[in-house]
């Protein structure tokens, strides 16, 4: 093993054991929350004394139910990560794309369920973590995604105690363990020094905290390493590192220059006596985010607890009563006979099963006392204190809602508000006494959505087609960090480019608003039928059922012109009365050209008769004279036929030119419909 990969492991586990030390209090509490949350609520010492006496031990565990009461709201209401554009290289289209990226991060690797676990841990044990990883796409590309993991046990996980920031992202160095079996770690690592060791007792004395119960300890070591660079300032406003500047491409005098501190993520993995595999982390941040419960310091010492820390001792005076009333109702053996000594001579048989069994009759030995006969056994009864019971179950049953903050009203119990204000009110209660919670988990997922932002250039930093998710869950490939033409304009979506950071937004999710936004728009039409006349594409375009959207679009084509939007090619429809005036004149262009095609038709005509008669007196006139007269005669019926034609159809075509035009005019601008 190398000098440095030495300093390395000393150096670990160092800060690996005042980890451990800082937090025991913290993670022994914790612990019993968990135990506490899963049933195991009865000390030790009590339940087997009960269960040796035979007496009711009952766990009558509602811890689960008012934590589901603040987990389920937070699934309801997911805080959301949104990108803004911070400087001048930064531009609302490629901060677009960086959210629709992050959406996408999130998709793929369920972060949703990273989250609720994470959550859960913090509204139990007081703490749970969520990871950031990067992995390669497939086996045959050495592309990389960015993915979000779960921590499924919040305890394996070990931080600076140094890092105070309620996201802990000033942590300068934090381990996330594992432990293997002798047999699992050799099928993973069989190359490792630990592999060839015939047991690990070596491990156990050079290393205490990394081998234990025949397990070897696996940690990912994340630490930050910290060098000062000199920052310069080039006379053409670029900025780059000393040790840079001979590769800037176009020199330029340094007109200022400053010392800056530099910072590098190096992640390790290490078994406390050798180092597995090493490399430099892509980002700035240590990829592990904390979502905490309440934190409080005391006298310099960090306190956390969740919500079932102060329910513990309610939780269990519940199950002490509620045994307790069991025993004393359902369990409790008959009250004892009392008799005479003797009187039960020759019957023990009976009179020992009598507190258990019911018998027909009983016999016993009449005996005397002083000469005086002693009366019958009889049984010495005692009256429960069933009202004190009963009452206690009651208190524990108050002290356990205040000490989680959860109300009657938000478990569904009817109080003696009637107007659905005050019931909301009430029901609200439970959602502020615990909204701690929710605003930690947000700050927590802001700074996840930090690490991704600082992570995509990094990851995403060759020319690739990236997929991108919307609000409404529609997708998109878009090419980043490559020029590319989008109707008809060059684009490119440089995400080396400016700086973005992130915001939180928490509410309902989008499928969750349309389902809100549905039942609203129903109520709203039985309140009010004229939505359906006027909207009925819209309310079930909001459907989300199957073929709602097909419905919404076959309504839209039987609305009337006034209610529908502007047409596909982007032109805008005439008002009402513009289009009242354009069916007129539409109506008068066809009246003018069906007369002048009956025009046409009457000259045909008369150019046959015409011809007719001409053929007639060629056949009957014998005169060259008379036929010529009667040609002269024709020529002029046919000429006078053509002028009076001529001059109708001009008229007439005039007429038509004329209404064209205004049509054209009233198309181009509707707002002179008035003086048309």
Same mark, same amino acid.
């Given at each position: 093993?190398?000098?440095?990969?030495?300093?390395?492991?000393? @150096?670990?586990?160092?800060?690996?054991?005042?980890?451990?030390?800082?937090?025991?209090?913290?993670?022994?509490?914790?612990?019993?929350?968990?135990?506490?949350?899963?049933?195991?609520?009865?000390?030790?010492?009590?339940?087997?004394?009960?269960?040796?006496?035979?007496?009711?031990?009952?766990?009558?565990?509602?811890?689960?139910?008012?934590?589901?009461?603040?987990?389920?709201?937070?699934?309801?209401?997911?805080?959301?990560?949104?990108?803004?554009?911070?400087?001048?290289?930064?531009?609302?289209?490629?901060?677009?794309?960086?959210?629709?990226?992050?959406?996408?991060?999130?998709?793929?690797?369920?972060?949703?369920?990273?989250?609720?676990?994470?959550?859960?841990?913090?509204?139990?044990?007081?703490?749970?973590?969520?990871?950031?990883?990067?992995?390669?796409?497939?086996?045959?590309?050495?592309?990389?995604?960015?993915?979000?993991?779960?921590? @499924?046990?919040?305890?394996?996980?070990?931080?600076?105690?140094?890092?105070?920031?309620?996201?802990?992202?000033?942590?300068?160095?934090?381990?996330?363990?594992?432990?293997?079996?002798?047999?699992?770690?050799?099928?993973?690592?069989?190359?490792?020094?630990?592999?060839?060791?015939?047991?690990?007792?070596?491990?156990?004395?050079? =290393?205490?905290?990394?081998?234990?119960?025949?397990?070897?300890?696996?940690?990912?070591?994340?630490?930050?390493?910290?060098?000062?660079?000199?920052?310069?300032?080039?006379?053409?406003?670029?900025?780059?590192?000393?040790?840079?500047?001979?590769?800037?491409?176009?020199?330029?005098?340094?007109?200022?220059?400053?010392?800056?501190?530099?910072?590098?993520?190096?992640?390790?993995?290490?078994?406390?006596?050798?180092?597995?595999?090493?490399?430099?982390?892509?980002?700035?941040?240590?990829? @592990?985010?904390?979502?905490?419960?309440?934190?409080?310091?005391?006298?310099?010492?960090?306190?956390?607890?969740?919500?079932?820390?102060?329910?513990?001792?309610?939780?269990?005076?519940?199950?002490?009563?509620?045994?307790?009333?069991?025993?004393?109702?359902?369990?409790?053996?008959?009250?004892?006979?009392?008799?005479?000594?003797?009187?039960?001579?020759?019957?023990?048989?009976?009179?020992?099963?009598?507190?258990?069994?019911?018998?027909?009759?009983?016999?016993?030995?009449?005996?005397?006392?002083?000469?005086?006969?002693?009366?019958?056994?009889?049984?010495?009864?005692?009256?429960?204190?069933?009202?004190?019971?009963?009452?206690?179950?009651?208190? =524990?049953?108050?002290?356990?809602?205040?000490?989680?903050?959860?109300?009657?009203?938000?478990?569904?119990?009817?109080?003696?508000?009637?107007?659905?204000?005050?019931?909301?009110?009430?029901?609200?209660?439970?959602?502020?006494?615990?909204?701690?919670?929710?605003?930690?988990?947000?700050?927590?997922?802001?700074?996840?959505?930090?690490?991704?932002?600082?992570?995509?250039?990094?990851?995403?930093?060759?020319?690739?087609?990236?997929?991108?998710?919307?609000?409404?869950?529609?997708?998109?490939?878009?090419?980043?960090?490559?020029?590319?033409?989008?109707?008809?304009?060059?684009?490119?979506?440089?995400?080396?480019?400016?700086?973005?950071?992130?915001?939180?937004?928490?509410?309902?999710?989008?499928?969750?608003?349309?389902?809100?936004?549905?039942?609203?728009?129903?109520?709203? =039409?039985?309140?009010?039928?004229?939505?359906?006349?006027?909207?009925?594409?819209?309310?079930?375009?909001?459907?989300?059922?199957?073929?709602?959207?097909?419905?919404?679009?076959?309504?839209?084509?039987?609305?009337?012109?006034?209610?529908?939007?502007?047409?596909?090619?982007?032109?805008?429809?005439?008002?009402?009365?513009?289009?009242?005036?354009?069916?007129?004149?539409?109506?008068?262009?066809?009246?003018?050209?069906?007369?002048?095609?009956?025009?046409?038709?009457?000259?045909?005509?008369?150019?046959?008769?015409?011809?007719?008669?001409?053929?007639?007196?060629?056949?009957?006139?014998?005169?060259?004279?008379?036929?010529?007269?009667?040609?002269?005669?024709?020529?002029?019926?046919?000429?006078?036929?053509?002028?009076?034609?001529?001059?109708?159809?001009?008229?007439?075509?005039?007429? @038509?030119?004329?209404?064209?035009?205004?049509?054209?005019?009233?198309?181009?601008?509707?707002?002179?419909?008035?003086?048309?």
């Amino acid at each position: 093993m190398s000098k440095a990969d030495e300093q390395l492991i000393e @150096l670990a586990r160092k800060r690996f054991k005042a980890a451990a030390e800082a937090e025991q209090h913290i993670r022994e509490e914790a612990l019993k929350d968990f135990e506490f949350r899963i049933g195991e609520q009865w000390p030790e010492g009590i339940k087997k004394q009960r269960e040796d006496d035979g007496r009711p031990a009952l766990t009558i565990n509602r811890i689960p139910q008012f934590l589901r009461q603040v987990t389920n709201e937070q699934r309801l209401s997911r805080p959301a990560i949104q990108v803004n554009a911070v400087d001048s290289g930064a531009d609302i289209e490629t901060a677009e794309i960086y959210q629709g990226m992050t959406r996408h991060i999130e998709v793929a690797s369920d972060a949703e369920a990273a989250y609720d676990t994470a959550f859960e841990c913090a509204t139990t044990g007081s703490f749970g973590w969520v990871r950031i990883i990067t992995e390669y796409c497939n086996d045959e590309t050495f592309d990389q995604d960015i993915r979000v993991e779960r921590v @499924l046990n919040p305890f394996s996980v070990y931080v600076d105690p140094a890092a105070v920031r309620p996201d802990r992202s000033d942590m300068n160095w934090a381990f996330i363990v594992e432990d293997f079996s002798k047999e699992e770690y050799e099928a993973l690592y069989p190359d490792s020094q630990a592999a060839g060791l015939s047991d690990w007792s070596s491990i156990g004395d050079a =290393a205490p905290d990394w081998h234990s119960g025949g397990n070897i300890r696996v940690a990912e070591y994340f630490s930050i390493e910290r060098s000062r660079r000199e920052l310069l300032l080039l006379e053409n406003g670029q900025i780059v590192f000393a040790d840079q500047f001979e590769q800037v491409k176009v020199p330029a005098r340094v007109i200022r220059r400053r010392s800056v501190e530099s910072k590098r993520v190096m992640w390790a993995k290490i078994n406390g006596i050798e180092v597995l595999e090493r490399r430099e982390w892509a980002g700035k941040w240590i990829p @592990l985010v904390p979502v905490l419960g309440d934190e409080v310091s005391v006298n310099g010492k960090r306190h956390l607890f969740g919500m079932v820390r102060f329910a513990r001792d309610p939780q269990r005076m519940y199950n002490y009563w509620v045994s307790s009333a069991t025993e004393t109702i359902a369990l409790a053996p008959r009250a004892p006979f009392i008799g005479v000594e003797g009187q039960f001579e020759g019957h023990e048989a009976k009179w020992r099963q009598a507190n258990v069994r019911s018998f027909a009759y009983l016999e016993y030995k009449p005996t005397s006392v002083g000469g005086q006969p002693a009366p019958p056994p009889q049984r010495n009864f005692a009256e429960p204190p069933i009202q004190a019971i009963m009452a206690s179950i009651g208190q =524990a049953d108050n002290d356990l809602k205040a000490t989680m903050g959860i109300y009657d009203a938000s478990l569904g119990q009817r109080g003696p508000e009637s107007s659905g204000r005050a019931i909301l009110a009430r029901q609200r209660e439970s959602d502020t006494a615990n909204a701690n919670y929710g605003d930690n988990l947000a700050r927590a997922i802001k700074h996840v959505g930090r690490i991704l932002i600082d992570l995509i250039p990094h990851i995403y930093d060759a020319a690739r087609v990236v997929r991108i998710l919307r609000p409404d869950g529609t997708s998109d490939m878009v090419p980043v960090n490559q020029p590319f033409v989008d109707k008809g304009v060059e684009r490119i979506y440089d995400l080396g480019a400016g700086k973005y950071d992130v915001s939180i937004s928490t509410g309902p999710s989008y499928q969750t608003q349309r389902q809100e936004a549905a039942a609203s728009m129903i109520e709203m =039409a039985a309140a009010d039928p004229r939505l359906m006349q006027v909207a009925p594409d819209l309310v079930y375009a909001a459907m989300d059922w199957p073929g709602g959207q097909d419905i919404a679009a076959r309504y839209k084509k039987t609305l009337p012109p006034e209610l529908r939007d502007a047409g596909e090619n982007g032109t805008q429809e005439l008002p009402p009365e513009a289009q009242a005036q354009m069916a007129a004149m539409g109506q008068q262009i066809q009246q003018l050209t069906a007369a002048l095609e009956e025009s046409m038709r009457a000259l045909e005509t008369k150019q046959i008769e015409a011809e007719n008669r001409l053929q007639v007196a060629r056949e009957q006139s014998e005169s060259r004279e008379r036929i010529a007269e009667m040609q002269r005669e024709t020529q002029l019926m046919i000429n006078a036929a053509k002028i009076e034609s001529q001059e109708t159809q001009a008229a007439f075509k005039a007429q @038509l030119e004329e209404l064209k035009m205004l049509v054209g005019a009233m198309r181009r601008s509707p707002d002179q419909q008035v003086s048309a």
